[in-house]
């Protein structure tokens, strides 16, 4: 029984109430109360279904049944995503995706850089989830902003590709400069915003946490609608 129930009045001194696991009656006359006997039978029937069979000693290949944020380049001809915890690039028309990670640390969050060169994407290969930039040209990888205290998720690149906003384990969006890695602060903590998103003339920045958030970054003014 639950004590949330509301009480039933059964007559204009009497009602019956829930608490403590159990229903009593109580009498507002003779002020007693009793609890009252209840017990049922209920059956549950098992189902009867076929256990599904890990084989961890298989060495054949396995078709990959799940893919993960999947992100389309800024030319339309290829799409980067994680499965199996790598991360992957096909080629549209092409049967096989090339992996161009090899390591065994977390991954999320692939985004392009707006000249196709470049792949934002995070993982925690330093201890803590930090915002990585690998260049697909040259293979050479650098961290956006190292660091060993604050987490950084859901990257996105401006339109002129010389800023990244990304959002700490607090929920704060911060803008961090390609070039240099320096970040400061574009808005305050947040209960699980969503990704950010820039305008086409990269002057204003958005997300949502429930509420649309829209940021000046030229003006510094916000809005919330």
């Keep these: 029984m639950y004590s949330h129930f509301p009480a039933a009045w059964t007559s204009p001194t009497e009602l019956i109430y829930t608490a ?15 609890e009252i006997p209840f017990t049922a039978d209920i ?5 009867n279904y076929t256990h599904k069979h890990f084989d961890f000693d298989e060495a054949q290949p396995h078709v990959v049944k799940g893919i993960f944020a999947p ?13 199996l915890n790598q991360l992957y690039i096909l080629e549209i028309g092409d049967a096989t995706p090339k992996q161009i990670t090899h390591d065994t640390f977390y991954k999320q969050g692939p985004v392009w850089s ?3 060169r470049q792949l934002a994407y995070v993982s925690d290969k330093d201890g803590i989830e930090n915002v990585y930039l ?5 293979g050479k990888e650098r961290a956006l902003f190292p660091s060993n205290s604050e987490a950084q998720i859901f990257p996105a690149w401006s339109p002129d590709g010389k800023w990244i906003a990304f959002q700490n384990q607090t929920g704060a969006t911060r803008l961090a400069s ?3 890695g320096n970040v400061s602060p574009l808005l305050q903590r947040r209960f699980f915003p969503g990704r950010p998103s820039f305008s ?4 204003n920045c ?8 829209l940021t000046s970054l030229s003006r510094g003014y916000k809005f919330q609608f």
Aim: charged content about 25%; aromatic content about 6%; glycine content about 8%.
């Design 114 to 116: 707006p000249d196709g």
């Design 206 to 213: 958005s997300h949502c946490d429930g509420k649309a958030i």
């Design 43 to 47: 059956e549950f029937p098992s189902p």
């Design 178 to 180: 390609v070039e240099s």
């Design 200 to 203: 086409s003339d990269g002057k």
């Design 134 to 138: 690998l260049d697909l040209v040259t």
């Design 71 to 83: 992100c389309l380049s800024p030319n339309g001809r290829s799409i980067a995503f994680v499965a």
């Design 20 to 34: 403590n696991g159990t229903s009593s009656e109580a009498d507002f006359v003779t002020r007693t109360e009793h």
